[in-house]
């Protein structure tokens, strides 16, 4: 994901992850980029709460290797198509 064009930044610890999607205006958690973002991911069972165009995962220690990958993999969609 760190290396896609569109991630400006991007950063993890364990399961907690961030980034920050590159936009054309300066980033901001006031960004309409989650007006965008927030119902992509609900419409694919992923609930996210984009802050602008930053986007934050803090899973539950349920989550299994399957769950993430398949969240990781729809950011990356994400990216290809909006």
């Known amino acids: 994901l ?5 991630v400006k930044t991007a950063r993890q610890t364990g399961t907690i992850f961030a980034m ?5 205006e ?10 965008i973002l ?6 694919r069972g992923i ?10 995962l803090v899973p539950p ?6 769950d993430l990958n398949e ?3 729809t950011i990356l969609d ?3 198509i909006l």
């Open 2 to 6: 760190k290396e896609h064009s569109k």
């Open 20 to 24: 920050e999607w590159q936009i054309n």
């Open 26 to 35: 300066e980033t901001s958690y006031f960004s309409d980029m989650h007006e």
């Open 38 to 43: 927030y119902p992509y991911f609900l419409q």
């Open 47 to 56: 609930l996210m709460r984009p802050l602008g165009n930053i986007i934050y």
């Open 61 to 66: 220690y349920c989550t299994t290797e399957e």
């Open 71 to 73: 969240i990781y993999q």
């Open 78 to 80: 994400a990216l290809e």
